[in-house]
């Protein structure tokens, strides 16, 4: 009979702590449901103020050209470009490492080395990784017509 006892004992110990568990597993992952809302609140939201794309057309000077895409903080927290990823080694791009406020807007400064291209249709593109909600990419193009060609006589 004691026997017995100690197993009725032990199964509602079980219980309990199982019990203790389960409540313990739900509390943990609704706060970090919330926690995990909270952040994405706080988030930066950038739109691009000039198109996401420029077009220079047809480019004959051999020197590099540059386009400014200019881009505001829309969202509730501090935007701040970590790097950026030149699709070539022939693509710059400078930007600030400043913080831009909610509401204010900066500059990224994008060039092409036309020296370092073949002539012809052109397409490169520069990611961007920052602490917005995704991964932004903008993007130059246009035709590199050579006008060093020696004149035959």
């Known amino acids: 009979m004691a026997e017995l006892n100690y197993f ?3 199964a509602s110990m079980k219980e309990t702590i199982n019990f203790i568990l389960m409540t313990m597993v739900v509390l943990l992952a609704a706060c970090r449901q919330q926690g995990a809302v909270e952040k994405e609140e706080t988030k930066p ?3 691009f103020l000039t198109e996401m794309t420029h077009n220079f057309g047809a480019v004959s000077s051999p020197d590099t050209v540059t386009f400014d895409f ?3 903080n829309e969202g509730p927290g501090g ?3 970590d790097n950026v990823k030149p699709g070539c080694s022939c693509t710059v791009a400078t930007f600030s490492r400043d913080t831009i406020a909610p509401g204010e807007t900066d ?3 994008v060039g092409l080395k ?3 291209i073949s002539e012809g249709f052109f ?3 520069v990611e ?3 602490n917005a909600d995704t991964t932004l990419q903008v993007r130059i193009r246009g035709t590199y017509v050579r006008n060093d060609v020696p004149n035959e006589e």
Do not use: D, N
Request: aromatic letters at 16%; charged letters at 30%; glycine letters at 0%.
């Open 70 to 72: 200019v881009y505001r």
């Open 128 to 130: 961007i990784f920052s």
């Open 123 to 125: 397409s490169k593109r």
């Open 79 to 81: 935007f701040a470009i």
């Open 45 to 47: 939201h950038v739109i």
């Open 114 to 116: 036309l020296r370092e």
């Open 8 to 10: 009725r004992i032990f």
């Open 107 to 109: 500059t990224l400064r």
